[in-house]
């Protein structure tokens, strides 16, 4: 389902923009409306999936002729959990990029927060990993600065 963006909180839209949209992919109900509620008090536009595969399968369906023209079809960031029960998080990303030719900038949360899972994430090309339970601030500071690092910078 998507979620609108109303009111409340700062947005990074500008006045002729559209929202941002995001793929967020948990298993957990609970959390994943939780996060879609924060980026909603930031103008953003989510498309909440309950697992990796339909991530990947939502990813997939993309207009190609949007991908042809360099665009990442209908999403312009992805939030994924690591570690969901079909197919990892990081799993998700390898294969958008591998398969489908997508650097889709992306932010992970997870249970673990271990050295080894931040490597995996890094080496994966994800943005930052943040350890669950994902503090508001954090999650919405880490938000503001991908889309500063990631998507303003295109449209300067």
Not at 20 to 33: I, M, P, T
Not at 59 to 74: D, Q, T, Y
Not at 122 to 145: H, Q
């Given at each position: 389902?998507?979620?609108?963006?109303?009111?409340?909180?700062?947005?990074?839209?500008?006045?002729q923009?559209?929202?941002?949209?995001?793929?967020?992919?948990?298993?957990?109900?609970?959390?994943?409306?939780?996060?879609?509620?924060?980026?909603?008090?930031?103008?953003?536009?989510?498309?909440?999936?309950?697992?990796?595969?339909?991530?990947?399968r939502?990813?997939?369906?993309?207009?190609?002729?949007?991908?042809?023209?360099?665009?990442?079809?209908?999403?312009?960031?992805?939030?994924?959990?690591?570690?969901?029960p079909?197919?990892?998080?990081?799993?998700?990303?390898?294969?958008?990029r591998?398969?489908?030719?997508?650097?889709l900038?992306?932010l992970?949360?997870?249970?673990?927060a271990?050295?080894?899972?931040?490597?995996?994430?890094?080496?994966?090309?994800?943005?930052?990993?943040?350890?669950?339970?994902?503090?508001?601030?954090?999650?919405?500071?880490?938000?503001?600065?991908?889309?500063?690092?990631?998507?303003?910078?295109?449209?300067?």
């Open positions: 389902m998507f979620g609108s963006a109303s009111g409340g909180g700062s947005s990074f839209q500008g006045a923009r559209a929202p941002w949209r995001v793929l967020l992919a948990d298993d957990d109900a609970g959390v994943r409306n939780s996060l879609a509620a924060l980026l909603h008090l930031d103008g953003f536009a989510t498309e909440e999936v309950g697992g990796g595969e339909e991530a990947l939502r990813l997939r369906s993309c207009s190609p002729s949007l991908a042809e023209r360099g665009l990442n079809g209908v999403f312009d960031l992805m939030v994924l959990d690591v570690h969901m079909d197919l990892t998080g990081v799993e998700v990303l390898r294969r958008a591998r398969e489908l030719d997508w650097a900038p992306t992970f949360v997870s249970g673990e271990s050295t080894d899972l931040h490597e995996e994430v890094k080496s994966a090309g994800g943005f930052r990993l943040l350890s669950k339970p994902v503090m508001p601030e954090d999650f919405r500071g880490s938000v503001r600065e991908l889309v500063s690092t990631f998507l303003l910078k295109d449209e300067n």
